[in-house]
Structures are given as structure tokens and as C-alpha cells.
């Protein structure tokens, strides 16, 4: 076999083989991806998990993340080979070696696309933009403006938005919903969504993961909504705003994917896998799938895990891992790790492929 051909398969081989560890992640969202940021602001204990049991399983503390242990975003780096990516606000953060940096978590629980979404008590989604804005400029002081560059190209920029934009209107009795038609709504979060991804493009950002929304209304916290006459089914309108918003965001991608020179992007099916596992809990190995393993009321669905919310009371169940749901909208680490699992499974050579932003260029 000649020499040169074999010498040109293994700089293939080697490009597309190379450690996923050379690609830092940034990660922007809700609190499906916050590790602990909101540990560090004015907000209220109905945003805020820094108290037991959260934590349980894994760190057997807690940190701040909405589970009993990891969320998918810690799985992600993991299968990354990178630490856990610590929160922004982290005062004991520090990035001063940067051949070891892997990058660093924006994401806040109850942030929304939209800044009204519980306003001075999260950090919305425009502030994690420029708190990133904040962070490459740092970078660029301390290691010059080519290594920032090339930090904010190879990075992963991962993204779980919208949830709370919208469930808050039923949580608060909002009449937004009134206000706005449901298309104009998920105009404005999409819209919010698509400014601050394109302004990460401007910045040299090109590879993206997305996370779609669930069946917003099948959560223990908006089951609950639903009288209890009807069998405790899930909330139609908030699943049904999911769907909206779910058909514009693939739409949203495919238009920037056609139209950004060198954007790659992942959009992960969270709707589908969370109703498989809420339906059919026994084939993905739970016992339940409707009701939270932390709270009190029916399905657990009332927002009193760990007792220091308005309600004190709180059942807890014994084993996480049989549930779905850890709390009246988060979910158990065990079922955050079948989600980033099945992400990492797809093979590099799908073009829907998560592993794919992290090998290829």
C-alpha cells in the first residue's frame, strides 16, 4: 500500500479521534444546568437549592443543582473528560492555568429567554450573555487575544432555555398569556434565544447544544393545576406551548445552520425520552414516573422539598433512583444520566450528533 495514503488516513484519524477535553464548555440556561450559581444572589429559597436533601446521592450535600446529585450538563462534561464545570459566581473559581481551562456554567434555576421570567430573582438569559462577554474579555487580559479566540471556537456552548418562560405565568397567575397569543409568546422567547446564539457566532462560538422542552404540563407542580376530579392529568396549555416553541426552535436552527457559515449545532429530543420514561417508567428502570420523590400533595407536586419554602412540609422518598422526578419539576440524577448517555451514544458520524461538535471542526 503506498506510504502517502496510509500517512493521510492516520492524520484523519487523528484529527476526528481527538480528546474531547480540548473543547471547553460554556453553559448557558435554566435549572436543568445550574450547578449552584443562584447560591451567590438575592433571590428566594423557590430558587435556590443549597439545603439537604438536595445533593444527596452524589455529593452527599448539597450545591445549589435541582436533583438529587449531577445534572445532565455535569454527565456532558464528563463524557468530556472535564471536571465538573464550576458556576460563574463561584467566588473560589480560578482559570489562572489556561492550558486547564474547560470552560464555566452561567446557567441560573428559574432563568428564562425572556427577563420578565421571575424578574430580580434569576439571571436571565441576556445577563448570562454578557456575564460570557465578561468572562472571554478576562480571558483575553490574562492570555491575549488569540487565546481567547481560540478558547470562544473551540468551545461546546450548551443551552436549556424556555421552561420557565413558560410555566411562570401559571405559577404566578399571570395574565401574559391573556395578553399575547400563544404564537407571538413563543415568538418573543425564540427571538430573546436567537439574539444571544448570534451574538456568541459574531464572537467566534460555531458548535451548540440544545436541549427542547418537555411536557411542561406533565410535571407533579402543574399536574396539580388540573382539578382533582380529572384524574390528575397534565396542564394541555403548558404542554402545548412546549410544542410551539419546540417546532419554531428546529426551525430556528435549521435557518441558522443553512445560513452561519461553520454553525454546527445538536438539538436534543428532551421531549420524547422525559414521556417515555414518565409513561413507561419500568422500561427505563423507575418505579414512577408521575410522582416526585420529594414533596407533599398529590404526585408531590407541591414545591416544599427540603422544608425551607412558603410550605414546610415534605415526604421524601428512600430511593431516588426509582423516580423520575426528584422534586415537583426536576428530575433525579439517575434520570438526567440516561438522557446524557443516549446523547453520547449517537456516533460522531450522524450529523445529529453531540459527540460530533466535540471531534470535528
Known sequence: ???????????IISATTKAAADD???IFGDSFFD????NYINTSTLDRADFSPYGRTFFHRPTGRFSDGRLISDFIAQHAKHPLIPPYLDPTRNFDDIHNYHGVNFASAGAGALPLTFQGLVIDLKTQLKYYKREVAELSGKKGSAEAARISSTAVYLFSIGTNDYISPFLLNSSVLATYPHSEYVEMVIGNLSTVVRA???RGGRKFMFLNLGELGCAPGLRILKPEREGGGCLEEASDLAKVHNKALNKLLSKMGQKLHGFKYFLYDFKTSL???ITRP???GFREGKKACCGIGRFNGIFSCGGKRPVKDFNLCENPSEFVFWDSYHLTEKAYKQMADQMWSIPPTEPNSLRRLFTCY
Open 24 to 26: 471547553p464548555l460554556f
Open 200 to 202: 456568541i457566532y459574531r
Open 275 to 277: 414521556a417515555q420514561r
Open 282 to 284: 419500568y422500561k427505563h
Open 1 to 11: 500500500m503506498p506510504k502517502f495514503p496510509l500517512l493521510m488516513f492516520l492524520i
Open 35 to 38: 450547578p449552584g450559581n443562584n
